[in-house]
């Protein structure tokens, strides 16, 4: 599917860890690069993850990333308010040839 | 600094046209390739378009593909899409984002300019 689907929302306390999943196919994810982006309310996306599992300069290593097959995931330790924004996963369609996004997980902190 | 300024976008009617800038500063644009994001109101992201940094390759969704056109002058350190045919589903947000496709590298972000067609 050129489809990339994320929960809609996940949640969890100050401190503790959440995992966003990632679904997609052999003709996205299972062959190509993941990258995942946060946005903060009322501010453009910004890079997390990139090529699956790095962190760009100044993302702190409480967020990780990994890849299996045609899935991934985000992980987020130490959850903090500042954390509540909506998350997206990406990566290249080779049958599309273009980028799609996932749909999308909401982050609270309880 | 790295810096992504769009601008041009606004109110437009079915139908009609509308071309928006982006000016880069802050990096080597003709080094880099560039994109443009898109966001419905209260939607998600929707990659709209890439081209390379001397401009031989390009891609488009399917969504905007035969009405957008994107294109570059890397003297200018400028991004351009001339959005033709606009149709309501074409009301977002316009992000200017640099970074290699393939790779999902989006590494900075403008902070968007909105168009909203409409009749």
């Known amino acids: 599917q050129s489809v990339l689907t994320q929960p809609p929302s996940v949640s969890a306390a100050p401190g503790q860890k959440v995992t966003i999943s990632c679904s997609g196919s052999?003709?996205?994810?299972?062959?190509?690069?993941v990258s995942w982006f946060q946005q903060l309310p009322g501010t453009a996306p910004k890079l997390l993850i990139y090529?699956?599992?790095n962190r760009p300069s100044g993302i702190p290593d409480r967020f990780s990333g990994s890849k299996s097959g045609t899935s991934a995931t985000l992980g987020i330790t130490g959850l903090q308010t500042g954390d509540e924004a909506d998350y997206y996963c990406?990566?290249?369609?080779?049958?599309?040839?273009?980028?799609?996004f996932g749909t999308g997980t909401k982050v609270t902190v309880l | 600094e790295v810096q992504l300024v769009e601008s041009g976008g606004g109110f437009v009617q079915p139908g009609g046209s509308l071309r928006l800038s982006c000016a880069a500063s802050?990096?080597?644009?003709?080094?880099?390739?560039v994109n443009w994001v898109r966001q419905a109101p209260g939607k998600g992201l929707e990659w709209v378009s890439y081209?390379?940094?001397?401009?031989?390759?390009?891609y488009y969704a399917d969504s905007v593909q035969g009405r957008f056109t994107i294109s570059r002058d890397n003297a200018q350190n400028s991004l351009y899409l001339q959005m033709n045919s606009l149709r309501v589903e074409d009301t977002a947000v316009y992000y200017c984002?640099?970074?290699?496709?393939?790779?999902?590298?989006?590494?900075?972000w403008g902070q968007g300019t909105l168009v909203t067609v409409s009749s």
């Open positions: 984002v640099r970074g290699w496709a393939a790779a999902g590298r989006f590494d900075s």
């Open positions: 802050g990096f080597t644009f003709s080094t880099h390739e």
């Open positions: 081209i390379n940094h001397g401009g031989t390759t390009i």
């Open positions: 052999s003709s996205n994810i299972g062959n190509n690069y």
């Open positions: 090529q699956n599992n």
């Open positions: 990406g990566s290249w369609d080779g049958s599309l040839s273009g980028y799609i």
